[in-house]
């Protein structure tokens, strides 16, 4: 069974651009994949498309919110199919995977298991719609995923991913306005994911 974890399987068409432009950026000049099929032109073809399509539905027209889904199929698809590139060209190395924008799988022979991201804190915004976030470095991180919740932090399916991200802090927009909200972050290395941090809240403009 590979190492590779594409991660992209229960992501709404909203989460997978979002996935889509972190691999890419991730690949972008990444010299361990100099070429790759697909091409990182046409996955961004593709999640343009999705992108379009995703402003056509807003107003909730059948016919565009089945095109949005088609879309959304046609993006995942690509992605896996860069994903079985990644894991020929990378010959399933754990560094090279995660240098890619995708997860690996837990290696349950590793007794270095991912700490918790500390020190979570989540600030209110000068701008409105928008919550800042930063939290402390995890040794052998080599992504964060950042999750959001609207609604109760126990209410475990109101979580959604909001970003991904290499650095320790992060802006998260589009929030609902006079509202509280709570964050939490997750770490991910060759030793594969930590705990959910502590959540942390914040009032948002």
């Keep these: 069974m590979s190492k590779l974890i594409k991660g992209i399987a229960r992501l709404n068409a909203v989460q997978l651009v979002t996935r889509s432009l972190f691999i890419e950026e991730r690949l ?11 091409t990182l032109a046409e996955i961004a073809t593709a ?15 059948r016919t565009a919110t089945a095109k949005r889904e088609q879309r959304r199929r046609d993006l995942k698809l ?26 690996v799988r837990k290696n349950s022979q590793s007794s270095a298991a991912l700490p918790a991201p500390l020190k979570l804190r989540a600030r209110i915004s000068e701008q409105v719609g928008e ?35 290499t650095r320790i802090r992060q802006i998260v927009g589009g929030l609902a306005s ?20 502590d959540v942390a809240r914040t009032l948002v403009r």
Excluded: C, M
Aim: glycine share 8%.
């Design 78 to 103: 690509a992605l896996d199919a860069l994903a079985g590139d990644v894991i020929s060209q990378s010959a399933d190395d754990p560094e090279l995977i995660l240098s890619a924008g995708f997860f």
């Design 47 to 61: 999640r343009e498309a999705l992108e379009q399509a995703i402003t056509d539905a807003a107003d909730g027209g």
């Design 28 to 38: 972008n000049n990444n010299a361990a994949f100099p070429t790759l099929s697909p």
């Design 131 to 165: 919550a800042l976030l930063d939290w402390g470095t995890t040794r052998g991180a080599a992504i964060y995923v950042v999750e959001h919740n609207g609604v109760s932090p126990d209410d475990e399916s109101a979580w959604k991913q909001v970003a991904e991200t």
């Design 178 to 197: 006079a509202k509280e909200h709570w964050f939490r972050v997750r770490a991910v290395g060759t030793t594969g994911r930590s705990p959910w941090s």
